[in-house]
């Protein structure tokens, strides 16, 4: 099962700190894919961390990734809509752990009607448990994200980026604007272990093979697979909705497309 969402960003800094959208809104767009059997999630290629695409003589960082999928309710308002993305996003000048938070509202209907998706980055795996059961984020849930919500689900995975301020926090203008492009894959029981390298290599071929228009990308093995159903996940950020329609309309992609659900 491959399940790939998408989402536009236009983004400013607040004076005071705080992180808007444009018009001091969330907006992100997710895109689903051409299958009937593609639901929505973050973008997922290979195996572990060291898997990811990246330069031999880099410097890396080990990071853990954070996707949260949400269900808003058809009668939330715009003023609860902002509460809730605002509370979430401003989560991570409250706790310790989170370098970075990406969210915003889903574009196209999808089967499992998720409407917003939150991305967190941490600086280990161990910080995704501590912010889970902090009181502050029990309360940003209590408050404002259960009482217009029907539900979420959790995707986590371990990955890594150059040990760099500007690719860890996700700062400077490359990260102003953009494309996240977040894909979630399962693997049938029955598939072969050759099957899956096969998809996962070609997956991340393609990402390499077009790294001059992808501002990042993190791969990974998901750590909670067992909970959600999926076994990996990945993170790809365009810096334009052009270069993001590149990436996916390129025959490439439509053969690792097929060879993802043909595997499910």
Same mark, same amino acid.
């Given at each position: 099962m491959l399940m790939p969402l998408s989402a536009q960003i236009s983004e400013t800094i607040h004076p005071a700190g705080r992180?808007?959208? +444009? $018009?001091? =809104? $969330?907006?992100?767009?997710w895109w689903g894919a051409r299958s009937s059997k593609v639901v929505l999630s973050p973008l997922r290629a290979t195996?572990?961390? !060291?898997?990811?695409?990246?330069? &031999?003589n880099v410097k890396k960082r080990k990071i853990a990734e $954070?996707? @949260? +999928?949400? =269900?808003?309710?058809?009668?939330?308002?715009?003023a609860e809509e902002k509460d809730m993305l605002d509370y979430l996003y401003t989560c991570q000048y409250q706790m310790r752990g989170i370098l970075t938070v990406s969210l915003g509202r889903i574009e196209d209907p999808n089967s499992e009607n998720f409407t917003h998706a939150v991305f967190m980055r941490f600086q280990q795996k161990e910080d995704i448990a501590k912010f889970?059961?902090?009181?502050?984020?029990s309360k940003?849930?209590?408050d404002y994200v259960k009482p217009?919500?029907?539900? +979420?689900?959790?995707?986590?995975?371990?990955?890594?980026v150059e040990d760099d301020i500007t690719p860890l926090f996700r700062r400077g203008e490359d990260f102003n604007y953009g494309v996240e492009f977040m894909l979630l894959i399962s693997f049938s029981e029955t598939a072969?272990?050759?099957?899956?390298?096969?998809?996962?290599? $070609?997956?991340?071929?393609?990402?390499?093979?077009?790294?001059?228009? @992808?501002?990042?990308?993190?791969?990974?093995?998901?750590? !909670?697979? @067992?909970?959600?159903?999926y076994s990996h996940a990945a993170v790809v950020r365009f810096p334009s909705l &052009? &270069?993001?329609? +590149?990436? =996916?309309?390129?025959?490439?992609?439509? &053969?690792?497309?097929?060879?993802?659900i043909y595997i499910y």
């Open positions: 992180f808007f959208r +444009l $018009h001091r =809104r $969330h907006d992100c767009r195996g572990a961390g !060291n898997d990811a695409p990246s330069g &031999d $954070h996707i @949260i +999928l949400l =269900r808003a309710k058809p009668s939330v308002s715009d889970q059961s902090s009181a502050y984020y940003v849930l209590d217009v919500s029907y539900g +979420l689900v959790s995707v986590d995975f371990e990955s890594e072969s272990k050759e099957a899956v390298e096969d998809a996962l290599a $070609h997956l991340q071929n393609l990402i390499m093979q077009y790294s001059s228009f @992808i501002v990042q990308a993190t791969l990974g093995c998901c750590l !909670n697979h @067992i909970d959600n159903g &052009d &270069d993001f329609k +590149l990436f =996916r309309g390129s025959i490439e992609y439509k &053969d690792v497309s097929f060879l993802c």
